[in-house]
């Protein structure tokens, strides 16, 4: 700092003063150069100087001091660097061996950079291999994949040749079906029957599917003959042999539809007659179990018959509307064809009504002594509506087990008319054939009041065939009702009144009563 101080007074005073005396005297200075080369009025601003000039120093003099401790201090500068030579010297050859060192390094790190430049480059490559790769592989699995599938697909082992020539048809024959079935379905597609392993393999698989459509034939038929058997619960045969092999028929029906087509319409055929002549035989023992309350002797005006004999005092009965009374005349043993008071007695018939959902009757315990406590059957059988009530509510059981049997087998129950039709019609001839000889009034009713109810029982289950037989059969009931209540009333035209009056109800007055009651 001291230097520094004294190298800036020594240049103001030299530039007030000059840089001597003789300098002055030699040469005087031109003004306006100064003005030029320096700016006055900064050196009148400096501090040093108006010091100065406050104190009234000559500034000559004051410059000469200055001048004179500028070269002490500049001698003893170069006095000092004199002696720090060596030191300097030392310092100089450390900074250029410090030089050498930082090229050497400089030179060993743009080394390194050019190799990570080529690292960098070769982990770059690296990683696209690597991406090419792991394309390579997912592709050649994919491949790997889909060959390995397509093989197993059409590959026949020869395991499974054996199994479908030489195997007995069970359980385990059908798992072999299974596999051969997918084979076949695989090797019929569009993208698979063009290559050349399909092609050597397509006659393999024709002589398998050949092979195990005539065992599958054979077995299902000979199941469906098994039917035929007396004894033979069909239903218990059907869930437990027929529906376990399910799978069979439908390989027939997917890859020989004609062979499918002629198991249905063997089983169809059969189940036909086996359902008619179960009908045929359960209406035959029903039929035989069966009392008939009315005949055409007990219409309303037919004479009423006196078993006491030719005495009239307990037999006589009067008229209740004219008063003229009739007596049965000298008397005599019932008709051969009148059934007495039961024709027009209700009583416990139509109970029946409330037990239309019962199991059907069973004739082997009808012909042991009838059914117990049952309200449907007289002194000497059952009447016509249990009759009616038990065959059909037989038939509405075996119509839904084979309505259920057929969609779950077939896959359809397009068969199903084919196989009740002849059944139904039977029953509707059995119908027929009681109406046109019946003169029960009551059971009329009674079977017009059933048909409502069993038809409701059809609710759950689509048997449209089922609810045409109650519709039609109800037409011909109410047709026969019609013409029993019109022999009534031409009945009543043809009675003569045959005695005095009576204290007693006539009978055609009691019957009067009696039915219009009972059918209300």
Request: aromatic content about 8%; some cysteine; proline content about 3%.
């Amino acid at each position: 700092m001291e230097k520094v101080n004294c190298e800036r007074e020594s240049t103001v005073f030299n530039f007030v003063l000059g840089d001597n005396m003789s300098r002055s005297t030699e040469k005087d200075l031109d003004v306006e150069d100064l003005e030029d080369e320096f700016d006055i009025d900064e050196f009148r601003a400096d501090t040093a100087v108006q010091e100065a000039l406050s104190k009234g120093t000559d500034l000559r003099q004051y410059a000469l001091e200055v001048e004179s401790a500028l070269r002490s201090v500049e001698r003893d500068s170069i006095q000092d660097y004199i002696c720090e030579s060596e030191s300097l010297a030392g310092l100089h050859t450390q900074i250029r061996q410090c030089d050498t060192v930082l090229d050497s390094m400089e030179s060993m790190l743009r080394g390194f950079q050019g190799d990570l430049s080529s690292i960098s480059a070769q982990i770059k490559y690296l990683q696209d291999e690597s991406l090419a790769m792991n394309v390579k592989l997912r592709n050649r699995k994919a491949a790997e994949a889909e060959l390995s599938s397509f093989i197993q697909q059409i590959v026949v082992t020869p395991d499974l040749i054996s199994n479908i020539c030489d195997a007995d048809v069970n359980e385990t024959y059908l798992a072999y079906v299974l596999e051969l079935n997918k084979k076949v379905t695989f090797s019929k597609q569009e993208s698979t029957k063009m290559t050349s392993a399909c092609m050597d393999m397509a006659p393999e698989l024709e002589k398998l599917r050949t092979k195990s459509v005539q065992k599958i034939r054979e077995f299902l038929l000979e199941r469906v003959g098994m039917l035929r058997k007396k004894m033979t619960n069909i239903q218990i045969l059907q869930q437990s042999v027929l529906l376990k092999y399910k799978g069979l028929y439908h390989f027939l029906l997917e890859h020989a539809p004609e062979t499918a087509l002629e198991v249905k319409e063997v089983y169809t055929t059969t189940m036909s007659a086996i359902y008619l002549v179960k009908v045929k035989g359960y209406l035959a023992e029903l039929s035989r179990a069966r009392t008939e309350p009315a005949t055409k002797s007990d219409l309303l005006g037919a004479e009423e018959w006196n078993a006491a004999g030719p005495s009239l005092s307990t037999a006589s009965v009067s008229s209740f509307f004219g008063g003229l009374s009739s007596a049965l005349g000298t008397g005599g043993p019932k008709p051969a064809t009148a059934r007495g008071d039961q024709a027009y007695k209700l009583g416990e018939r139509i109970n029946i009504l409330e037990q239309v959902r019962d199991p059907p009757l069973i004739p082997a315990v009808l012909q042991q002594g009838g059914v117990p406590g049952s309200s449907s059957s007289g002194e000497g059988g059952i009447f016509y509506e249990a009759v009616f009530r038990s065959y059909s509510m037989l038939l509405i059981d075996m119509a839904r087990s084979e309505h259920s049997f057929m969609l779950e087998f077939f896959g359809d129950a397009d068969a199903f008319e084919q196989i009740f039709g002849k059944g139904l019609f039977h029953c509707m001839e059995h119908l027929e054939h009681y109406l046109i000889s019946t003169w029960d009034a009551i059971a009329c009713v009674l079977v017009l009041e059933l048909m409502p109810r069993l038809t409701e029982t059809l609710s759950a289950t689509q048997l449209p065939l089922l609810s045409n037989f109650f519709h039609q059969g109800q037409a011909l009931v109410w047709s026969r009702f019609k013409q029993i209540m019109e022999a009534h009333v031409a009945s009543l035209a043809t009675v003569a009144p045959k005695a005095p009056p009576e204290v007693h109800p006539h009978y055609i007055a009691r019957r009067y009563a009696e039915l219009p009651a009972d059918d209300l």
